[in-house]
């Protein structure tokens, strides 16, 4: 795998400005926060998300949202951490939709395969199956929810790997345990 020319357009997005003056986040918050307690949890969080995408996020999606956007590790949701999450999804919303050619609603294995090769990825036809069998709960499509845990995860490893592929020739020899931190890092 090559991944000399992986853009940070991952890393730029989950650095999003939270949307002070989009004041629909805030209503949505206090919908699903409705006895004002200020804080969402999992399970609020995964209605709140329903609320603002009208899509469903699964559980596993939701939690990936609380890994990445509880900056006080509280295991809750507070309303800036919403904000930023809201963000977040949103200008994946867009990305899916870039790549949505058929405007099904959601991304095949081709409209897949494209959108990896325009975030500068250089993966096969194989690793892309594999992918869509891995995060799709029907494996010849992915809803919002898989596309961004796949891209997240992508991204994820990519770096892992880039920083250990200093000449950008695309093998890299790993020592047993630095292989098992790779791995372990995905659970902080
Ligand atoms: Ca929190
Ligand atoms: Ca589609």
């Known amino acids: 795998m090559s991944n000399q020319t992986v853009t940070d357009s991952n890393s730029s997005i989950l650095n999003a400005k939270p949307l002070e003056t989009l004041k629909e986040v805030e ?93 500068g990825y250089k993966l096969s036809n194989q690793f892309v199956e594999l992918v869509m069998k891995v995060f799709g709960e029907n494996s010849n499509e992915m809803t919002l929810d898989e596309f961004i845990m796949a891209c997240v995860e992508i991204q994820k490893y990519t770096e892992a790997f880039r920083v250990r592929d200093l000449e950008c020739i695309g093998t890299i020899s790993l020592e047993y345990e630095d292989f098992l931190k790779i791995f372990l890092n995905g659970y902080v």
Do not use: P
């Not at 939701?62 to 949103?90: A, H, P």
């Open 27 to 119: 209503e949505w918050f206090k919908k699903v926060d409705n006895n004002n307690t200020g804080f969402l949890t999992l399970k609020s969080l995964q209605e709140a998300l329903y609320w603002s995408q009208n899509k469903n996020f699964s559980k596993k999606a939701c939690k990936l949202m609380m890994s990445l956007f509880d900056g006080d590790r509280n295991e809750t949701i507070n309303l800036d951490e919403f904000k930023r999450l809201c963000s977040y999804v949103n200008r994946w919303l867009h990305v899916f939709m870039m790549y949505d050619l058929n405007n099904s609603g959601t991304i095949d294995a081709k409209e897949f395969s494209y959108a990896l090769i325009q975030m």
